[in-house]
T-cell receptor, first 115, second 114 residues
């Protein structure tokens, strides 16, 4: 069984500061990893994904994440945040097996960017 | 290219009633997955439909059921509603087999059970 742990439920930062949102996963098979963002009263928007290849993945809105297999981590980073980045961020894992692409999500990290 | 759409956006029901939620998949996608997101939690997988058949199910009771139609749109039905069914219900579409595992989500239906 897969599981995802997002180590921080809330992360407050000031505008233009760097931020890292932490994600650890547990899986017995090879995984695909995702970060989604959810703005208030909206659905989920894909930020970035790791399927294979380079362990550093770049996404939309200046976000990037690094896949670390030995530490089973997939932390999300942004060098300089904006007020508009305030949202809930979810890390998710899929085992990519067969045609059943179930996503297992963490509980989310609320990023609050203050002026 | 049209994205994933869901209807209705909001719904209020009373305990014991039945509800049907609808989802239209993104153009070119053939697989639909449904998730339940309780307040303050991450989404939880309910089930997935591929080629009009259920293709995987999460830890949800049989009163949660679904359909997928030939145009790949889908319905989620919940019978005998309970207070704990109050949540945001998210639909996601993807294309199988392509191996990218990327699911694209709709805006969700907010269900309130009183």
């Amino acid at each position: 069984a897969q599981s995802v742990t997002q180590l921080d439920s809330q992360v407050p930062v000031f505008e233009e500061a760097p931020v890292e949102l932490r994600c650890n996963y547990s899986s017995s098979v090879s995984v695909y990893l995702f970060w989604y963002v959810q703005y208030p009263n909206q659905g989920l928007q894909l930020l970035l994904k790791y399927l294979s290849g380079s362990t550093l993945v770049k996404g939309i809105n200046g976000f990037e994440a690094e896949f670390n297999k030995s530490q089973t981590s997939f932390h999300l980073r942004k060098p300089s945040v904006h007020i508009s980045d305030t949202a809930e961020y979810f890390c998710a894992v899929s085992d990519g097996g067969g045609s059943n692409y179930k996503l297992t999500f963490g509980k989310g990290t609320l990023l609050t960017v203050n002026p | 290219e049209t994205g994933v759409t869901q209807s209705p956006t909001h719904l209020i029901k009373t305990r014991g009633q039945q509800v049907t939620l609808r989802c239209s998949s993104q153009s070119g996608h053939n697989t639909v997955s449904w998730y339940q997101q309780a307040l303050g939690q991450g989404p939880q997988f309910i089930f997935q439909y591929y080629r009009e058949e259920e293709n995987g199910r999460g830890n949800f009771p049989p009163r949660f059921s679904g359909l997928q139609f030939p145009n790949y749109s889908s319905e989620l039905n919940v019978n005998a509603l309970e207070l704990d069914d109050s949540a945001l219900y998210l639909c996601a579409s993807s294309f199988v087999p392509r191996g990218t595992d990327t699911q694209y989500f709709g805006p969700g239906t907010r269900l309130t059970v009183l």
